[in-house]
Protein backbone atom coordinates (compact mmCIF):
# COMPACT_ATOMS: atom_id res chain seq x y z
CA UNK A 1 0.00 0.00 0.00
CA UNK A 2 0.79 3.55 -0.45
CA UNK A 3 1.60 5.13 2.82
CA UNK A 4 3.63 8.36 3.83
CA UNK A 5 6.72 8.82 5.61
CA UNK A 6 9.08 10.55 7.18
CA UNK A 7 12.59 9.17 5.85
CA UNK A 8 15.93 10.22 6.65
CA UNK A 9 18.35 10.04 3.72
CA UNK A 10 21.67 11.14 5.34
CA UNK A 11 23.59 11.66 8.66
CA UNK A 12 23.15 14.88 8.70
CA UNK A 13 19.98 15.39 6.31
CA UNK A 14 16.60 16.78 7.86
CA UNK A 15 13.45 14.13 7.34
CA UNK A 16 11.73 14.52 4.08
CA UNK A 17 7.56 13.29 3.91
CA UNK A 18 7.70 11.22 0.92
CA UNK A 19 5.29 8.29 -0.37
CA UNK A 20 6.41 5.10 0.42
CA UNK A 21 5.10 1.38 -0.97
CA UNK A 22 4.95 -1.03 2.00
CA UNK A 23 4.13 -4.39 1.74
CA UNK A 24 1.34 -6.03 3.42
CA UNK A 25 1.96 -7.50 6.66
CA UNK A 26 4.19 -10.88 6.92
CA UNK A 27 4.22 -13.30 9.34
CA UNK A 28 4.44 -12.04 13.27
CA UNK A 29 3.36 -8.53 11.67
CA UNK A 30 0.38 -6.04 12.09
CA UNK A 31 -0.54 -2.79 9.96
CA UNK A 32 -0.73 -0.05 12.15
CA UNK A 33 -2.21 3.13 11.21
CA UNK A 34 0.29 5.64 13.09
CA UNK A 35 -2.14 7.75 15.16
CA UNK A 36 0.81 9.98 16.97
CA UNK A 37 4.56 8.96 17.50
CA UNK A 38 6.80 10.19 20.34
CA UNK A 39 10.18 11.78 19.29
CA UNK A 40 12.76 9.82 21.29
CA UNK A 41 16.48 10.72 21.33
CA UNK A 42 17.07 7.59 20.33
CA UNK A 43 15.80 8.40 16.82
CA UNK A 44 18.69 10.64 16.27
CA UNK A 45 21.57 7.57 16.86
CA UNK A 46 21.15 6.60 13.29
CA UNK A 47 22.83 10.60 12.50
CA UNK A 48 25.79 9.28 14.37
CA UNK A 49 29.02 8.48 12.20
CA UNK A 50 29.18 4.44 11.64
CA UNK A 51 25.87 3.52 13.88
CA UNK A 52 24.45 0.20 12.56
CA UNK A 53 21.37 1.56 11.37
CA UNK A 54 21.83 3.46 7.85
CA UNK A 55 20.06 6.11 5.90
CA UNK A 56 17.56 6.23 4.30
CA UNK A 57 15.78 5.14 7.06
CA UNK A 58 11.97 5.81 9.08
CA UNK A 59 13.09 5.85 12.45
CA UNK A 60 10.39 6.41 15.04
CA UNK A 61 9.73 4.16 17.87
CA UNK A 62 6.31 5.23 19.97
CA UNK A 63 3.99 4.83 17.71
CA UNK A 64 0.03 4.69 18.71
CA UNK A 65 -2.63 3.52 16.31
CA UNK A 66 -5.53 1.71 15.58
CA UNK A 67 -4.72 -1.89 13.66
CA UNK A 68 -5.94 -2.45 10.10
CA UNK A 69 -4.77 -5.72 9.20
CA UNK A 70 -2.97 -8.78 10.52
CA UNK A 71 -0.21 -11.21 9.15
CA UNK A 72 -0.40 -14.63 8.74
CA UNK A 73 -0.32 -16.99 12.27
CA UNK A 74 -1.09 -13.53 14.29
CA UNK A 75 -3.51 -14.13 17.08
CA UNK A 76 -5.01 -12.28 20.12
CA UNK A 77 -4.84 -8.92 18.02
CA UNK A 78 -7.81 -8.05 15.29
CA UNK A 79 -8.05 -4.61 13.30
CA UNK A 80 -10.34 -2.17 15.59
CA UNK A 81 -8.06 -2.59 18.26
CA UNK A 82 -6.25 0.90 19.35
CA UNK A 83 -1.99 -0.34 20.40
CA UNK A 84 0.70 1.31 22.08
CA UNK A 85 4.01 0.29 19.68
CA UNK A 86 6.75 -0.68 21.90
CA UNK A 87 10.25 -2.38 21.27
CA UNK A 88 10.68 -5.31 19.35
CA UNK A 89 11.96 -9.04 20.93
CA UNK A 90 12.14 -12.33 19.63
CA UNK A 91 10.12 -14.23 22.85
CA UNK A 92 12.30 -17.64 22.38
CA UNK A 93 15.54 -16.61 23.84
CA UNK A 94 16.32 -17.60 27.49
CA UNK A 95 15.80 -13.58 28.25
CA UNK A 96 12.40 -13.38 26.68
CA UNK A 97 11.44 -16.45 28.54
CA UNK A 98 12.12 -15.47 32.03
CA UNK A 99 10.08 -12.50 31.38
CA UNK A 100 13.43 -9.77 30.45
CA UNK A 101 12.25 -8.92 27.03
CA UNK A 102 14.27 -6.00 27.00
CA UNK A 103 17.47 -8.03 27.37
CA UNK A 104 16.56 -10.25 24.94
CA UNK A 105 19.87 -11.46 23.13
CA UNK A 106 18.35 -10.34 19.31
CA UNK A 107 17.50 -6.74 20.92
CA UNK A 108 20.39 -4.78 18.89
CA UNK A 109 18.93 -6.71 15.55
CA UNK A 110 15.65 -6.27 16.01
CA UNK A 111 15.83 -2.65 17.11
CA UNK A 112 18.43 -1.05 15.95
CA UNK A 113 19.62 -2.28 12.70
CA UNK A 114 16.51 -0.51 11.08
CA UNK A 115 16.47 -3.36 8.85
CA UNK A 116 15.83 -6.35 11.51
CA UNK A 117 18.66 -7.94 10.02
CA UNK A 118 22.43 -8.68 11.08
CA UNK A 119 24.73 -5.61 9.78
CA UNK A 120 23.72 -2.77 8.38
CA UNK A 121 22.64 -1.92 4.98
CA UNK A 122 19.58 -3.50 3.06
CA UNK A 123 19.44 -5.76 0.51
CA UNK A 124 16.57 -5.10 -1.28
CA UNK A 125 13.89 -7.36 0.33
CA UNK A 126 12.55 -5.10 3.10
CA UNK A 127 9.27 -4.43 3.49
CA UNK A 128 8.90 -0.69 2.16
CA UNK A 129 10.70 0.56 -1.06
CA UNK A 130 10.31 4.62 -2.00
CA UNK A 131 8.97 6.52 -5.30
CA UNK A 132 11.88 5.24 -7.54
CA UNK A 133 11.34 1.46 -6.30
CA UNK A 134 14.69 1.40 -3.82
CA UNK A 135 14.20 0.25 -0.44
CA UNK A 136 13.91 2.05 2.69
CA UNK A 137 14.59 0.67 6.02
CA UNK A 138 11.82 0.24 7.78
CA UNK A 139 11.76 -2.41 10.52
CA UNK A 140 13.26 0.38 13.34
CA UNK A 141 12.70 -1.18 16.81
CA UNK A 142 10.35 -3.28 14.88
CA UNK A 143 7.93 -0.71 13.54
CA UNK A 144 10.00 2.71 12.04
CA UNK A 145 6.02 4.69 13.05
CA UNK A 146 7.00 8.24 11.66
CA UNK A 147 4.48 7.71 8.99
CA UNK A 148 0.90 7.11 8.14
CA UNK A 149 1.43 3.27 8.65
CA UNK A 150 3.64 0.91 10.35
CA UNK A 151 4.23 -2.93 10.06
CA UNK A 152 5.20 -3.19 13.54
CA UNK A 153 6.10 -6.59 14.70
CA UNK A 154 3.23 -8.29 16.80
CA UNK A 155 5.56 -9.32 20.15
CA UNK A 156 5.70 -5.08 20.09
CA UNK A 157 1.67 -4.75 20.65
CA UNK A 158 0.23 -3.24 23.50
CA UNK A 159 -3.31 -3.16 23.38
CA UNK A 160 -4.82 -0.46 25.06
CA UNK A 161 -8.69 1.05 26.20
CA UNK A 162 -10.56 2.83 23.45
CA UNK A 163 -11.31 5.90 25.58
CA UNK A 164 -7.87 6.99 26.05
CA UNK A 165 -6.70 9.51 24.20
CA UNK A 166 -4.72 7.44 22.04
CA UNK A 167 -2.95 9.81 19.93
CA UNK A 168 -0.68 11.08 23.35
CA UNK A 169 -0.17 7.51 24.58
CA UNK A 170 3.01 6.47 21.85
CA UNK A 171 6.07 7.98 24.55
CA UNK A 172 4.55 5.09 27.10
CA UNK A 173 6.37 2.64 24.39
CA UNK A 174 9.84 3.51 24.95
CA UNK A 175 10.93 6.62 26.98
CA UNK A 176 7.83 6.88 29.13
CA UNK A 177 8.21 3.20 29.84
CA UNK A 178 12.48 3.33 30.53
CA UNK A 179 12.16 6.15 32.94
CA UNK A 180 9.13 4.35 34.87
CA UNK A 181 10.11 1.05 34.69
CA UNK A 182 13.70 1.73 35.87
CA UNK A 183 12.63 2.74 39.41
CA UNK A 184 9.37 0.81 39.84
CA UNK A 185 11.26 -2.33 37.87
CA UNK A 186 14.90 -2.45 37.81
CA UNK A 187 16.21 0.03 40.96
CA UNK A 188 12.94 -1.57 42.60
CA UNK A 189 12.90 1.78 44.68
CA UNK A 190 10.80 1.36 48.08
CA UNK A 191 8.46 3.52 50.19
CA UNK A 192 10.67 6.16 52.61
CA UNK A 193 13.97 5.59 49.78
CA UNK A 194 15.82 8.20 48.24
CA UNK A 195 15.99 8.55 44.29
CA UNK A 196 18.34 10.98 42.75
CA UNK A 197 17.54 11.72 38.92
CA UNK A 198 20.15 13.21 36.58
CA UNK A 199 18.92 14.66 33.55
CA UNK A 200 15.05 16.04 33.43
CA UNK A 201 13.96 14.89 30.42
CA UNK A 202 11.40 12.81 29.35
CA UNK A 203 13.07 9.71 30.89
CA UNK A 204 14.07 11.76 33.55
CA UNK A 205 10.50 12.87 34.60
CA UNK A 206 9.41 10.08 33.94
CA UNK A 207 11.30 8.69 36.87
CA UNK A 208 10.35 11.39 38.92
CA UNK A 209 6.85 10.66 38.62
CA UNK A 210 7.92 7.20 39.29
CA UNK A 211 9.58 7.79 42.44
CA UNK A 212 6.83 9.74 43.42
CA UNK A 213 4.43 6.46 43.05
CA UNK A 214 6.86 4.47 44.63
CA UNK A 215 6.42 6.44 47.98
CA UNK A 216 10.36 7.79 47.68
CA UNK A 217 10.62 10.46 50.44
CA UNK A 218 13.47 12.26 48.85
CA UNK A 219 13.36 12.49 44.98
CA UNK A 220 15.83 14.99 43.83
CA UNK A 221 16.03 16.05 39.84
CA UNK A 222 19.64 17.46 38.31
CA UNK A 223 19.04 19.26 35.18
CA UNK A 224 20.79 22.17 33.55
CA UNK A 225 17.58 24.12 31.93
CA UNK A 226 16.12 26.05 35.16
CA UNK A 227 12.19 25.24 33.56
CA UNK A 228 13.02 21.11 33.51
CA UNK A 229 13.49 21.51 37.55
CA UNK A 230 10.92 23.39 38.31
CA UNK A 231 8.24 20.76 36.17
CA UNK A 232 10.13 18.23 38.19
CA UNK A 233 9.00 19.66 41.03
CA UNK A 234 5.81 20.25 39.78
CA UNK A 235 5.88 16.16 38.97
CA UNK A 236 6.99 15.27 42.10
CA UNK A 237 11.02 15.88 42.97
CA UNK A 238 11.01 16.89 46.52
CA UNK A 239 14.17 19.32 45.65
CA UNK A 240 15.61 19.99 42.24
CA UNK A 241 20.35 20.62 41.56
CA UNK A 242 20.82 22.64 38.86
CA UNK A 243 24.11 20.51 36.99
CA UNK A 244 27.61 21.17 37.52
CA UNK A 245 30.72 19.66 38.59
CA UNK A 246 30.67 20.17 42.31
CA UNK A 247 27.06 18.99 43.25
CA UNK A 248 28.27 15.52 45.13
CA UNK A 249 28.28 17.72 48.76
CA UNK A 250 24.72 19.28 48.13
CA UNK A 251 23.08 15.87 46.86
CA UNK A 252 24.88 14.12 50.11
CA UNK A 253 23.39 16.55 51.99
CA UNK A 254 19.60 16.44 50.66
CA UNK A 255 19.74 13.03 50.91
CA UNK A 256 21.22 12.52 54.48
CA UNK A 257 24.38 10.76 53.64
CA UNK A 258 23.74 9.49 50.14
CA UNK A 259 21.21 8.20 48.33
CA UNK A 260 20.22 4.71 47.55
CA UNK A 261 19.34 4.84 44.34
CA UNK A 262 20.19 7.47 41.16
CA UNK A 263 19.26 6.96 37.96
CA UNK A 264 21.58 8.41 34.94
CA UNK A 265 19.57 10.04 31.45
CA UNK A 266 22.59 12.34 30.09
CA UNK A 267 24.99 9.65 29.09
CA UNK A 268 27.85 11.99 30.21
CA UNK A 269 30.40 10.28 32.00
CA UNK A 270 31.51 12.96 34.35
CA UNK A 271 27.47 13.26 35.71
CA UNK A 272 27.80 9.27 36.28
CA UNK A 273 30.95 9.21 38.29
CA UNK A 274 28.43 12.49 40.09
CA UNK A 275 26.42 9.66 40.71
CA UNK A 276 28.56 7.00 42.00
CA UNK A 277 29.87 9.53 44.34
CA UNK A 278 26.37 10.70 45.59
CA UNK A 279 25.14 6.79 46.27
CA UNK A 280 25.47 5.93 49.86
CA UNK A 281 27.08 2.67 50.65
CA UNK A 282 25.11 -0.29 48.97
CA UNK A 283 23.27 2.43 46.57
CA UNK A 284 22.85 1.71 43.30
CA UNK A 285 23.19 3.76 40.29
CA UNK A 286 20.89 3.18 36.78
CA UNK A 287 22.07 3.88 33.56
CA UNK A 288 20.03 4.71 30.83
CA UNK A 289 21.55 7.64 28.51
CA UNK A 290 23.02 6.62 25.29
CA UNK A 291 26.78 6.62 25.89
CA UNK A 292 28.65 10.18 24.94
CA UNK A 293 32.02 8.27 25.77
CA UNK A 294 34.15 5.57 27.73
CA UNK A 295 33.66 5.66 31.53
CA UNK A 296 36.27 5.47 33.74
CA UNK A 297 35.54 4.39 36.92
CA UNK A 298 38.37 3.78 39.91
CA UNK A 299 37.32 0.27 41.37
CA UNK A 300 37.79 2.44 44.82
CA UNK A 301 34.49 4.50 43.97
CA UNK A 302 32.71 1.17 44.35
CA UNK A 303 33.77 0.28 47.77
CA UNK A 304 31.35 -0.21 49.98
CA UNK A 305 28.88 -2.20 48.32
CA UNK A 306 27.93 0.31 45.44
CA UNK A 307 26.20 -1.07 42.43
CA UNK A 308 25.99 0.07 38.50
CA UNK A 309 23.12 -1.25 36.96
CA UNK A 310 22.48 -0.76 32.71
CA UNK A 311 19.26 -0.87 31.98
CA UNK A 312 16.94 -0.80 28.64
CA UNK A 313 13.56 0.32 28.60
CA UNK A 314 13.40 -0.30 32.44
CA UNK A 315 13.23 -4.16 32.03
CA UNK A 316 9.55 -3.66 31.35
CA UNK A 317 7.30 -6.29 29.34
CA UNK A 318 5.58 -3.50 28.06
CA UNK A 319 2.22 -5.97 27.81
CA UNK A 320 2.06 -5.53 31.75
CA UNK A 321 3.70 -2.49 32.48
CA UNK A 322 2.00 -0.22 30.48
CA UNK A 323 -1.46 -0.99 31.69
CA UNK A 324 -0.25 -0.43 34.99
CA UNK A 325 1.12 3.05 33.93
CA UNK A 326 -2.43 3.94 31.90
CA UNK A 327 -4.20 3.06 35.05
CA UNK A 328 -1.83 5.23 37.47
CA UNK A 329 -2.64 7.85 34.69
CA UNK A 330 -6.66 7.78 34.64
CA UNK A 331 -5.90 8.25 38.24
CA UNK A 332 -4.23 11.37 37.84
CA UNK A 333 -0.86 9.81 39.83
CA UNK A 334 1.33 9.81 36.74
CA UNK A 335 0.50 12.57 34.58
CA UNK A 336 2.92 11.52 31.81
CA UNK A 337 0.45 13.76 29.19
CA UNK A 338 1.98 17.02 31.08
CA UNK A 339 5.60 16.45 28.61
CA UNK A 340 3.81 16.26 25.35
CA UNK A 341 3.69 18.77 22.69
CA UNK A 342 2.23 17.69 19.66
CA UNK A 343 3.63 18.56 16.36
CA UNK A 344 1.78 17.31 12.72
CA UNK A 345 4.38 15.10 11.22
CA UNK A 346 5.29 17.12 8.05
CA UNK A 347 6.74 19.43 11.11
CA UNK A 348 9.31 17.04 12.24
CA UNK A 349 12.53 18.88 11.62
CA UNK A 350 11.16 21.59 14.00
CA UNK A 351 10.32 18.36 16.41
CA UNK A 352 13.73 17.79 16.48
CA UNK A 353 15.16 20.89 17.00
CA UNK A 354 12.45 21.86 19.59
CA UNK A 355 13.75 18.46 21.08
CA UNK A 356 17.25 19.16 21.02
CA UNK A 357 16.88 22.51 22.03
CA UNK A 358 15.29 21.57 25.23
CA UNK A 359 12.14 23.79 24.62
CA UNK A 360 9.64 20.62 23.82
CA UNK A 361 10.28 17.79 26.57
CA UNK A 362 8.24 14.95 24.70
CA UNK A 363 7.25 16.03 20.95
CA UNK A 364 4.49 13.98 19.60
CA UNK A 365 4.06 13.49 15.72
CA UNK A 366 0.37 13.51 14.46
CA UNK A 367 0.97 11.92 10.75
CA UNK A 368 -3.15 12.99 10.32
CA UNK A 369 -3.20 16.21 10.92
N1 LIG B 1 18.20 2.70 27.85
C1 LIG B 1 17.04 2.85 27.23
O1 LIG B 1 16.27 1.90 27.12
C2 LIG B 1 16.64 4.17 26.69
C3 LIG B 1 15.32 4.40 26.28
C4 LIG B 1 14.97 5.68 25.89
C5 LIG B 1 15.92 6.68 25.86
N2 LIG B 1 17.21 6.39 26.21
C6 LIG B 1 18.24 7.42 26.26
O2 LIG B 1 18.03 8.15 27.45
C7 LIG B 1 18.58 9.46 27.30
C8 LIG B 1 17.59 10.48 27.80
O3 LIG B 1 16.49 10.57 26.92
P1 LIG B 1 15.49 11.80 27.02
O4 LIG B 1 14.47 11.58 25.95
O5 LIG B 1 15.03 11.99 28.41
O6 LIG B 1 16.48 12.97 26.59
P2 LIG B 1 16.46 14.53 26.97
O7 LIG B 1 17.48 15.18 26.13
O8 LIG B 1 15.05 15.03 26.91
O9 LIG B 1 16.92 14.55 28.50
C9 LIG B 1 18.24 14.60 28.90
C10 LIG B 1 18.35 15.69 29.95
O10 LIG B 1 19.65 15.67 30.51
C11 LIG B 1 20.01 16.99 30.81
N3 LIG B 1 21.47 17.08 30.93
C12 LIG B 1 22.38 17.02 29.95
N4 LIG B 1 23.63 17.17 30.46
C13 LIG B 1 23.48 17.30 31.79
C14 LIG B 1 24.39 17.51 32.86
N5 LIG B 1 25.70 17.59 32.65
N6 LIG B 1 23.89 17.61 34.11
C15 LIG B 1 22.55 17.53 34.32
N7 LIG B 1 21.65 17.36 33.34
C16 LIG B 1 22.10 17.25 32.08
C17 LIG B 1 19.46 17.79 29.65
O11 LIG B 1 19.31 19.16 29.96
C18 LIG B 1 18.13 17.09 29.39
O12 LIG B 1 17.07 17.73 30.08
C19 LIG B 1 18.96 9.58 25.82
O13 LIG B 1 20.36 9.34 25.74
C20 LIG B 1 18.20 8.45 25.16
O14 LIG B 1 18.85 8.00 23.98
C21 LIG B 1 17.57 5.17 26.65
ZN1 LIG C 1 14.64 -12.78 22.84
ZN1 LIG D 1 13.36 5.44 22.75
Not at 48 to 62: N, Q, S, V, Y
Request: aromatic share 4%; glycine share 14%; proline share 7%.
Amino acid sequence: MKIEAAVLRGASATYAIEPVELAPPGPGQVLVRIVGAGFCHTDMLPRTPGFMARPPLITGHEGAGIVEEVGPGVTGIAPGAHVVLSFDSCGACRNCLGGHPAYCEHFLRLNLTGSGREGAGLDGDGPATDRHGQPVAARWFGQSSFATHALASARSIVEVDEDLPLELLGPLGCGVQTGAGSILLALRAGAGSSVVVFGAGGVGLSAVMAARVAGAATIVAVDLHESRLSLARELGATATVHGGDDIVARLRELTRGGTQYALDTTGNPAVISTAVDALRPTGTVGLVGSPSRPLTLSPAALTQGKNVKGILEGDAVPQLFIPQLLELWRQGRFPFDRLVRTYPLSAINEAERDSVAGTTIKPVLLPGS
